[in-house]
């Protein structure tokens, strides 16, 4: 009986320490991946050291984007493209806000503020501060695999970009019917006078 006693007791320790030691390994892997994610962005995106890319990113990866780039396939080189395309043109001024991690998942909340300084940078990125959701998938190897960028573009001059363009196209549309009906008028202005 003490026996049996004995060894549910050892077997019943043995099970809270693996438990213990499982936790703490997820916990780890954890916060390895928050730690990968937050390298990612301050070599990228917090300062110019876009030839780290290589080292978080994956040869290829999967981005789920606004607009077009959904479940798109992309080489690793293209997060320094897209970085440095910002570089050459302005500097950042961002912040990681908090991050938020399970499993293979890293999710980060941070602030991009972008200060454009060539007339493209003006044009095409505009200045201003955006809150960003992106999401990274990192494997075995420490690399990311999947991203899922979220923006908050409405809170920037982006929006009235393109409100001014929707509203421009509008009227050049209106303004087409208009012209052909003061041409039509001058006609038959012209006919009666006939």
């Known amino acids: ?3 049996v006693l004995s060894f549910l007791v050892m077997f019943a320790l043995s099970i809270t320490a693996y438990s213990q030691k499982d936790s703490l390994s997820v916990s780890n892997e954890l916060d390895k991946n928050k730690e990968i994610a937050r390298n990612f962005y301050q070599d990228l995106w917090f300062t ?4 780290k890319y290589i080292d978080y990113v994956a040869k290829e990866y999967v981005v789920h984007d606004i607009g077009d780039r959904k479940g798109v396939t992309e080489p690793a080189i293209e997060q320094k493209i897209i970085a440095d395309r910002f570089w050459d043109n302005g500097t950042w001024d961002s912040k990681i ?4 991690a399970e499993g293979d998942l890293v999710a980060t ?3 991009a503020t972008y200060k454009p300084s ?4 003006k044009v095409v990125f505009g200045s201003g501060t955006i809150p960003i959701i992106n999401v990274f998938r990192i494997n075995d190897e420490g690399k990311i695999v999947e991203i899922w960028n979220h923006r908050h573009d409405i809170d920037t001059p982006q929006t009235m970009k393109f409100t001014t363009q929707g509203l421009l196209i509008g009227l ?11 041409r039509l008028k001058r006609k038959l202005k012209a006919m009666q006078k006939q």
């Open 48 to 51: 110019n050291n876009t030839d």
């Open 109 to 111: 909340r941070w602030e």
């Open 97 to 100: 806000n908090y991050q938020i």
């Open 118 to 121: 060539t007339f493209l940078g």
């Open 1 to 3: 009986m003490i026996r």
């Open 172 to 182: 050049l549309i209106a303004l087409i019917p208009t012209i052909i009906a003061f």
